[in-house]
Nanobody, 126 residues
Framework: EVQLVESGGGLVQPGGSLRLSCAAS????????IGWIRQAPGKDREGIAC????????WYVDSLKGRFTISRDSANNTVYLQMNDLKPEDTAVYYC???????????????????WGQGTPVTVSS
């Protein structure tokens, strides 16, 4: 059974940074894309970034590329999301997620996700 456990959310001031972590377990092969999706209050879920399990290539939605960086520690099956220059509109619950096949477009834009973490809240406020 695939399990995803996020950590690292919290309260941060505008312009600040946070790094989210996602520890994955139960993965049986490397044909997947693992990454992050967020849901702001009153809004639909939004894809952020995912990273291919086979070669570690990162994929981003254009609107967030530059401020957000996804990375992974393959040895520990952990994925990170470094978020810089945070804005109040980044306030959301951030979910770690996996699509069982390496289809980044489906992950980021169709949100056809096979496994979800429980989510970690991020609040950007002064």
């Amino acid at each position: 059974e695939v399990q995803l456990v996020e950590s690292g959310g919290g309260l941060v001031q505008p312009g600040g940074s946070l790094r989210l972590s996602c520890a994955a377990s139960g993965l049986t092969d490397d044909d997947y894309c693992i990454g992050w999706i967020r849901q702001a209050p009153g809004k639909d879920r939004e894809g952020i970034a995912c990273i291919s399990g086979s070669d570690g290539k990162p994929w981003y939605v254009d609107s967030l590329k530059g401020r957000f960086t996804i990375s992974r520690d393959s040895a520990n099956n952990t994925v990170y999301l470094q978020m810089n220059d945070l804005k109040p509109e980044d306030t959301a619950v951030y979910y770690c997620a996996i699509k069982d096949r390496n289809l980044p477009y489906s992950f980021l834009h169709r949100l056809t996700i096979d496994h979800w973490g429980q989510g970690t809240p991020v609040t950007v406020s002064s």
